[in-house]
């Protein structure tokens, strides 16, 4: 897979706008020309956020409901998300485990963050629910930006990873189907042939 061909979609789901907007000052790239981040560094003290690397791809959801039909839309695309930043309490909708057991409904491939500021819930029995605990991570809110970019970067890395290698072993499984149905189809024309010979009439015997 080329790095052109690389999925950096990434969605973000949040009842809280200045979150979405914290996703987008750390995971795309600033306006030329505008000095903000600097700006407010200078006054508020810290370091800017990193500038990405990688040209992410960015939406925002204020619902678990909002999201969970942007991931299902973006499958029937064609151009589904590599992975979510997933608020965990968004009232008064779906919260966070909600949301991501009906994502993964739909995609079971997207790579999943979970956003939180409480320490309150039963995370080995949150890990039990859902069914993909391996493509789960948890992030602590407040978040730092480059917890958020080295996030971002790894687990689309680890999609397009995981795409690659499932497209691998299912083109290796179409040729293996494709050659053993060869196979059988010389095997058939053998015994055809051996049967051809079988039954050739043997030539009349000359008089003398």
């Not at 009232?91 to 995609?107: K, L, R, S």
């Not at 010389?186 to 030539?203: Q, T, V």
Request: charged share 25%.
């Amino acid at each position: 897979m080329t790095a052109a061909a690389e999925n950096r979609r990434v969605l973000v789901i949040d009842d809280n706008p200045a979150i979405h907007e914290d996703f987008r000052k750390i995971l795309l790239p600033p306006t030329p020309g505008n000095d903000f981040h600097a700006a407010r560094a200078q006054l508020f003290g810290g370091s800017e956020p990193p500038t990405p690397r990688i040209d992410f791809h960015l939406d925002c959801a204020d619902q678990g409901e909002q999201g969970f039909e942007m991931v299902k839309e973006a499958m029937h695309n064609g151009c589904p998300y590599a992975m979510a930043f997933v608020d965990m309490r968004m009232p008064p909708g779906w919260d966070g485990a909600e949301t991501i057991e009906q994502i993964w409904q739909v995609d079971p491939d997207i790579q999943i963050v979970i956003c939180t500021a409480y320490s309150d819930h039963d995370w080995d029995h949150l890990l039990t629910r859902l069914s993909h605990p391996d493509q789960l991570l948890i992030l602590r809110k407040p978040f730092e930006a480059i917890e958020v970019m080295q996030l971002a970067t790894s687990l689309t890395e680890r999609w397009n990873q995981h795409v690659h290698t499932k497209q691998q072993l299912d083109m290796l499984a179409a040729l293996q189907e494709e050659r053993a149905g060869e196979v059988q189809q010389a095997i058939r024309e053998l015994e055809e042939e051996a049967n051809r010979r079988g039954h050739i009439p043997s030539e009349p015997s000359q008089r003398s």
